[in-house]
Each structure stands twice: as C-alpha cells, then as structure tokens.
C-alpha cells in the first residue's frame, strides 16, 4: 500500500490551510533574502575618504624589523619590508582605522576581502580590533582583538575571510584570563580598525612584500539562503504532516462509524412499502437515491430517513454504501471479473469513486483485497 495516494497529496496541497502557512513562509523568506542581499560591500580601500592607512613595526615592543619602501596610492598600497632577529615573532604591517567615524559598523556583514600578492612570502595575518566594554578586563587591554589567517602566492588573488575564521589568539586567553564567554565573538557593531601584516615567515633578513590591490567587507549569502531553504522545506513538511495526521484521523473516525456489518437481504414480502426489502433488491441501481425510493415505494422521506439511522445506525447513503460493498467483496473473492465490470455491477458511476468508497471501508484499494483473500 502506498504511504502517500497521488489524490491526498493534491488535496493536501490545495488546501487553504497548506497554503495559508507555506505562502506566508516563503514571501517571508525571501524578502529577508532580498533585503540582506540589497547589502553593498564597505569598500576600506581604496577609500581615502573614509579610511585612514598607516604602518607599523615591532620597534614598540624591542623588535628592530624594517620597512624600507612603502607606497599608499588610489589603486595599490605597497609595503616592502626586511623582518630581523630581535625578538621571537618579528613583524610588520598595515592599520587601517575609520576616519571620521570612530568604530567600523559591520553587523550585515559576514566576511573580509582582499586583493593581494606576496613576494618572497606565503602567510598574511589579519585582525579586527573592537572595543573593549568587559569592565573586569578593560584596564589591562582597551581592546580586544580577533586574528586570522590566509596563504597567499605572488600572483593576484581575491581571497575571502569569514568573519566565523576570526578567533581571539590563545596566547591572548591565557594572559588575560577572561571569564566571559562572549568574549570570542567579535562585536561587530564596534570595530576600531583593522590589521594587516605578516604571519609566521621564516624568511628573516630578506626583503618580502605586499602588494594589495583592494579590500572590503561584503556579506555572502550563500549559508542565509540555504538556511531559508532549509526553514522553507521544514515548514512544507510540518504542515503537510500536520494536515495528513488530521485528515488521516478523521478518516479513521469515519471509517468507525462505517465499519462494516452484515445486512440482511432476504426479502420479507413483496409490497413496495416494505421500502429496506426494496433498497436491499435495487442497491445494484445508480439512481438509486431517497427521492427514488420515496417515489417507487410510497414511504416518506423522513420515515427512510428515520427507520435507517434506527435500524442499522448509519445514514441511506451509508447503508446502500454496505450493501454495495459486501456484493463487491463476494464478487472479488469468487469470481475472476474485472474490478471495472464489479464497479457497474454493484451500483457506482466510476470505477474512481468505487475505489475510493471500498478503501474508506476496507482500508485497502479492491486490487489489493482480491489478492489477499481471494483462493
């Protein structure tokens, strides 16, 4: 039997309920698609406007590395560089801070690019410093800062940093010790600047260089869209169960009240008023409905009405239904006819709706009963 008829699933599908949630769903869905991918890229360079470009070496902290050419213009920002012994880590690098505004607004954005080569070295290191609003810490470090890294080559490339990449140096941890888990997430509403520089190169004493060409931030939607994909698909399959549940509860609350009893056809007398003796010989006839019974045997509509809900505990149409469906199981149990011929036989229009009334009853299609119980 299959799990799912092609005709409950249709009317699944259609009805008011299906769509009244997956339509809401979807126009929400994407209008939250659309308007984070109406988000434009924060161009930091080139932006003289609106960004300010300096450079740094580790002299601050007794390294005595060297930058020995550097060039800021509107198309390339140039740093040729010599790291020397002095301290473990030498380095040097590039910070870029907002100008005017203090801090850098990302909160629609998810990742860093940017266009570069390296010459005579592999590695770059980036950094977003943010603001450091953690009291029990601020004294000791007035920012906090997030690092991370790429693997260049020296020819042109775009390479693309997610901000999930950027994570607060464990040296950093262990120093300060803080206490606040938040603490690893970069705070995107307040980044103070930006870093750029080398990462772990061995090539002390000769001359590297960065050659970097643009940078910005950008949003990348790719991971929103597949989760509103995903919510979409969980809301079709919520909603679908849900209607399937209830319309298969109310089929077997249906099929309890209808559940099969034998009738008693054996005529009584012949008189035209003994109307059940008259439905019993004519339930074989299509147009066999209350008008026609009421105008072949004379008794009221409401007397029928009346008399079969008392009799038998059901309604005219169900009664007929019985009588119809104990013909059709004898007729596929002991005869080879076809379950079309069966279907005219026993008194139904198509063989569409026979079906439909045999499995309301039966639970299984007409096919299925005579395979299972036919000798």
């Not at 980036?126 to 020296?154: C, D, G, H, R, V």
């Not at 050659?211 to 939607?221: T, W």
């Not at 569409?352 to 499995?359: L, S």
Request: charged share 20%.
């Amino acid at each position: 039997m299959q799990f799912f008829q092609r005709r409950s699933v249709i009317k699944i599908l259609e009805s008011k309920f299906f769509l009244g949630s997956v339509i809401p769903s979807f126009v929400l869905g994407a209008f939250i698609f659309i308007y984070f991918s109406s988000v434009r890229d924060l161009i930091v360079f080139p932006n003289h406007d609106q960004f300010h470009y300096t450079f740094y070496t580790d002299s601050v902290i007794g390294g005595n590395s060297e930058i020995i050419h550097r060039v800021v213009s509107d198309s390339i920002i140039q740093i040729d560089f010599v790291l020397k012994n002095g301290i473990k880590d030498p380095y040097i690098g590039l910070s870029i801070t907002p100008t005017p505004d203090p801090i850098i607004e990302l909160a629609h954005y998810n990742q860093l690019n940017i266009k570069v080569r390296g010459v005579n070295i592999n590695n770059m290191g980036m950094a977003l410093f943010t603001i450091n609003t953690f009291p029990a810490i601020a004294k000791q470090s007035p920012e906090l800062f997030f690092y991370s890294t790429i693997n260049i080559s020296s020819e042109i490339n775009t390479y693309s940093n997610n901000f999930n990449q950027f994570k607060v140096p464990d040296w950093w941890l262990e120093m300060n010790n803080p206490s606040d888990a938040a603490i690893k997430i970069p705070d995107l509403k307040s980044i103070s600047r930006l870093t750029i520089g080398n990462a772990f190169t061995s090539n002390k004493g000769e001359k590297q260089s960065f050659e970097i060409y643009s940078i910005s931030f950008s949003r990348n939607n790719q991971p929103l869209m597949i989760l509103l994909l995903l919510l979409e698909l969980g809301v079709i399959l919520l909603t679908f169960m849900i209607i399937y549940s209830v319309e298969k509860l109310r089929g077997f609350k249906k099929s309890i009240t209808i559940t099969y009893k034998s009738v008693k056809s054996d005529a009584t007398n012949d008189s035209k008023t003994d109307f059940i003796n008259f439905i019993n010989k004519n339930y074989h006839n299509n147009q066999l409905t209350l008008d026609y019974i009421w105008n072949e045997t004379g008794v009221s509509q409401r007397k029928i009405t009346i008399e079969i809900q008392k009799r038998f505990d059901c309604n005219l149409k169900t009664y007929i239904n019985r009588l119809r469906m104990s013909e059709s199981k004898r007729l596929l149990i002991e005869t080879d006819l076809p379950i079309g011929e069966i279907t005219y036989k026993v008194g139904f229009n198509n063989q569409t709706h026979f079906n439909r009334v045999f499995k309301a009853e039966m639970q299984i299609s007409p096919s299925e009963y005579r395979t299972k119980n036919k000798k």
